[in-house]
């Protein structure tokens, strides 16, 4: 196995350095549209953490456009990223290499912080918080998305047909 296989907690954990909590809500929204993950994600399979992921995802973009937001790189800020991206990266990765995959999704959200909050910074002297942030947001979402569609199987496929890195 090789490390193109732990790509897309890799992928993720680039999700989370911008918006902690898309990662677990398209985890969420993947598992409540019948979608599994190749690791184990037990949380997400209860209905409280599953809905209640997908209304942190979406509370976080509201949240992010209010003046009195702080910056993602603030203690709690990462805290939130570590978490979501560990989990998120566990998940997305080869079934036995899950502890690869949440280091390798946490270890890519962390620096990125940094990096997506200069971006940022940048954008709101150009064009504003809100307009910034909607753009950031679409960006990530759809990243997000993606990134969990592909790393992702239908219910109705079982584990042991996937195909083997």
Known sequence: MNNRSLLSSILIGAVASARSM??????????ASGRHTSGQLVLLD?????YGAMAMGLGELYGDKMKTAPDRTVFLGLLARVM???IAGAALAPRGREKAGAAVAVATAV?????TLAGRKEAMAKMGQTRSG???DALVVA???AIVALATRPDRVSRESWPRP
């Open 84 to 86: 979501s991206a560990g």
């Open 22 to 31: 898309t990662p677990m809500a398209t985890l969420a929204m993947a598992r």
């Open 143 to 145: 990243a997000g998305s």
């Open 134 to 136: 909607l753009i950031e």
């Open 111 to 115: 620096p990125l912080a940094y990096l």
């Open 46 to 50: 209860r209905p409280l953490f599953k």
